[in-house]
């Protein structure tokens, strides 16, 4: 069973970004700038420049995950470099619960942005998910996902001034917190042998090197149609301008929709569930003698853990299915459930902010 729990004044929906809306044309992609000294794009600022087919990238959906049938991830691989830096753009989506976040190299979150918390586009647009704002179609915002880099002066045609970008960042750098055997002595002397943790310093001077893109959406009412599907457009952060989708994936090659997981560290991924796995104690759960099965919270290290969520897990014997079907009998479930807002909405109904749940799934 997943549920999804907030802080109560804020309530989350779960979706994918959306991109632009409007009827698609065809453009010409080629001879597009790839250097930036100063006059590529003499008028228009970032997103009337740069929010297009040429430049934008869309996330790879990755479909329902096989633990709920009611999600959908959209997904991009990326190497940490100062020298660029990707903005994630879209439009609020029809659902119950949607979040972004990044995600180290470890296979672990470093941050992540909610629904709520994001600011929209411009202050033409609003965010549907904040307490009584009933959803609307087409309600913009942009993300800036940062590589550590100093910006430079923004070149004419390539600013961002006015529009809510900065104030929806995550900072691709950053590691996972926590969750550190380098410090554990027990650890050690039962394994000596054991790989470091790879961490970072207090100087920061061992930032997160690749890293994961996740946008998640729970109920989407729609999560097949293009203009919720988010993208991100690939920024230098000296000059602000944007490189061509097709320049960025195949000569800088620092983001890969679908096929960036050799970038991430997959021995470190190992190293965390063995420490969790093999040395962690586990708690042990009361046996209830009107509950034939125990129930117990999943463990920490999950890849690509959301950190608004959490599923309680009960193992069923081998043997009981089979028994109760040749009995005619059934496995019957008593849960008492929480509140939730009433989203996806369709007909002008908005979230008072109180409900006790995003998301209840069995």
Same mark, same amino acid.
């Given at each position: 069973?997943?549920?999804?729990?907030?802080?109560?004044?804020?309530?989350?929906?779960?979706?994918?970004?959306?991109?632009?809306?409007?009827?698609?044309?065809?453009?010409?992609?080629?001879?597009?700038?790839?250097?930036?000294?100063?006059?590529?794009?003499?008028?228009?600022?970032?997103?009337?420049?740069?929010? *297009?087919?040429?430049?934008?990238?869309?996330?790879?959906?990755?479909?329902?995950?096989?633990?709920?049938?009611?999600?959908? /991830?959209?997904?991009? /691989?990326?190497?940490?470099?100062?020298?660029?830096?990707?903005?994630?753009? =879209?439009?609020?989506?029809?659902?119950?619960?949607?979040?972004?976040?990044?995600?180290?190299?470890?296979?672990?979150?470093?941050?992540?942005?909610?629904?709520?918390?994001?600011?929209?586009?411009?202050?033409?647009? $609003?965010?549907?998910?904040?307490?009584?704002?009933?959803?609307?179609?087409?309600?913009?915002?942009?993300?800036?996902?940062?590589?550590?880099?100093?910006?430079?002066?923004?070149?004419?045609?390539?600013?961002?001034?006015?529009?809510?970008?900065?104030?929806?960042?995550?900072?691709?750098?950053?590691?996972?917190? =926590?969750?550190?055997?380098?410090?554990?002595? =027990?650890?050690?002397?039962?394994?000596?042998?054991?790989?470091?943790?790879?961490?970072?310093?207090?100087?920061?001077? *061992?930032?997160?090197?690749?890293?994961?893109?996740?946008?998640?959406?729970?109920?989407?009412?729609?999560?097949?149609?293009?203009?919720?599907?988010?993208?991100?457009?690939?920024?230098?952060?000296?000059? =602000?301008?944007?490189?061509?989708?097709?320049?960025?994936?195949?000569?800088?090659?620092?983001?890969?929709?679908?096929?960036?997981?050799?970038?991430? *560290?997959?021995?470190?991924?190992?190293?965390?569930?063995?420490?969790?796995?093999?040395?962690?104690?586990?708690?042990?759960?009361?046996?209830?003698?009107?509950?034939?099965?125990?129930?117990?919270?999943?463990?920490?290290? $999950?890849?690509?853990?959301?950190?608004?969520?959490?599923?309680?897990?009960?193992?069923?014997?081998?043997?009981?299915?089979?028994?109760?079907?040749?009995?005619?009998?059934?496995?019957?479930?008593?849960?008492?459930?929480?509140?939730?807002?009433?989203?996806?909405?369709?007909?002008?109904?908005?979230?008072?902010?109180?409900?006790?749940?995003?998301? $209840?799934?069995?």
């Amino acid at each position: 069973m997943r549920t999804i729990t907030l802080p109560l004044p804020a309530c989350l929906l779960f979706a994918g970004f959306c991109v632009f809306g409007g009827v698609a044309r065809a453009q010409d992609c080629s001879n597009l700038p790839t250097q930036f000294t100063g006059n590529e794009f003499p008028t228009g600022n970032f997103f009337s420049n740069f929010q *297009n087919s040429c430049y934008l990238i869309p996330l790879a959906p990755q479909g329902s995950s096989k633990t709920d049938l009611n999600d959908t /991830y959209w997904q991009m /691989y990326y190497k940490v470099d100062p020298r660029y830096q990707l903005i994630v753009v =879209g439009s609020f989506p029809n659902a119950r619960f949607f979040s972004l976040t990044a995600n180290d190299d470890h296979y672990l979150l470093s941050q992540a942005i909610l629904d709520t918390n994001i600011v929209p586009l411009t202050s033409s647009y $609003v965010n549907p998910y904040q307490p009584f704002t009933p959803y609307a179609e087409g309600q913009q915002y942009a993300a800036a996902l940062n590589f550590g880099g100093t910006p430079g002066t923004q070149e004419t045609g390539c600013m961002t001034t006015g529009y809510n970008v900065d104030m929806n960042s995550l900072d691709a750098t950053l590691r996972h917190q =926590g969750i550190n055997w380098n410090t554990d002595p =027990g650890f050690w002397l039962q394994n000596p042998t054991a790989a470091l943790h790879i961490v970072d310093t207090p100087q920061h001077s *061992n930032p997160n090197a690749a890293g994961y893109l996740m946008v998640r959406a729970y109920l989407d009412i729609n999560p097949a149609d293009p203009s919720t599907i988010p993208a991100v457009i690939v920024r230098d952060v000296a000059s =602000g301008c944007a490189y061509p989708a097709a320049y960025a994936e195949q000569t800088l090659q620092i983001i890969s929709p679908a096929n960036g997981d050799s970038w991430l *560290n997959h021995d470190q991924w190992l190293d965390h569930q063995n420490y969790e796995v093999n040395y962690l104690p586990s708690l042990c759960y009361a046996t209830d003698p009107q509950n034939e099965l125990s129930w117990a919270r999943q463990s920490e290290i $999950v890849k690509f853990p959301n950190s608004y969520s959490y599923y309680l897990t009960a193992n069923v014997p081998a043997s009981l299915p089979t028994t109760l079907a040749a009995a005619g009998e059934v496995m019957r479930f008593r849960l008492r459930l929480p509140t939730t807002p009433p989203t996806p909405c369709t007909n002008g109904c908005s979230r008072s902010g109180n409900e006790q749940m995003r998301y $209840v799934g069995l």
